[in-house]
């Protein structure tokens, strides 16, 4: 049996999926359990909306290990780029680029040195026609700096790495592919399960 537990935000749950197949976790599950016996192979979608990296953090302990998964994919969360004023009126990340930082590098540390197949997806490119046009600078500055240092990291603990922006939906108009700024559409998960997919039976994880 090959149990896999995925985790991330409201893109690993599934949100915009007018399919309603629950994004690209739903569609590997699918491809995991077809024409397998009962309690053959399980997979486990923990996507949960506006996530943040922190949040990803503790639900790896409380979640993730509880389920003694044999793989492990996690997207990194978006929901660290949700900006406010702060008290001095200054607009801000709600997670700071040093905090998010170092809350995957505990993440990292740990899965590196567990005996768990490990799969890291970054996170999804902004569809800038999309997205509000007071936010698109902020929010691709967010993406950008972390994408970066999510690559870092992974190649510095030997991680396993898809880049959406590089891998998924390289050379795409996303506005064919996102029902807004980040949110794929049916069209746009199914693109991500054929990649996401592909990486696991290259690494022969399924």
């Given at each position: ?21 629950s ?38 302990y ?9 793989v ?39 899965l ?10 970054g ?36 991680l ?11 050379d ?35």
């Amino acid at each position: 049996m090959v149990c896999i537990v995925c985790i991330g935000d409201s893109i690993v749950e599934g949100e915009g999926d007018d399919k309603g197949l629950s994004g690209w976790v739903g569609r590997l599950s699918i491809s995991q359990l077809k024409n397998k016996k009962v309690g053959e192979n399980r997979v486990y979608n923990l996507g949960m909306g506006m996530e943040t990296s922190i949040d990803l953090l503790h639900r790896l302990y409380s979640e993730v290990l509880y389920r003694k998964p044999e793989v492990i994919i996690l997207q990194a969360a978006h929901g660290d780029s949700r900006h406010m004023n702060n008290n001095s009126g200054k607009n801000e990340y709600e997670i700071g680029k040093k905090a998010r930082m170092r809350t995957y590098y505990r993440i990292f540390d740990f899965l590196s040195k567990s005996k768990i197949k490990v799969l890291i997806i970054g996170l999804n490119p902004v569809c800038e026609i999309k997205y509000k046009k007071e936010r698109v600078d902020l929010y691709q500055k967010h993406v950008e700096s972390t994408r970066r240092g999510l690559k870092r990291l992974c190649k510095e603990y030997n991680l396993n790495f898809i880049d959406p922006k590089e891998n998924i939906f390289e050379d795409k108009d996303l506005t064919e592919f996102y029902v807004d700024g980040i949110h794929p559409n049916a069209k746009g998960y199914d693109l991500m399960f054929e990649k996401i997919s592909n990486k696991l039976k290259e690494l022969k994880y399924i």
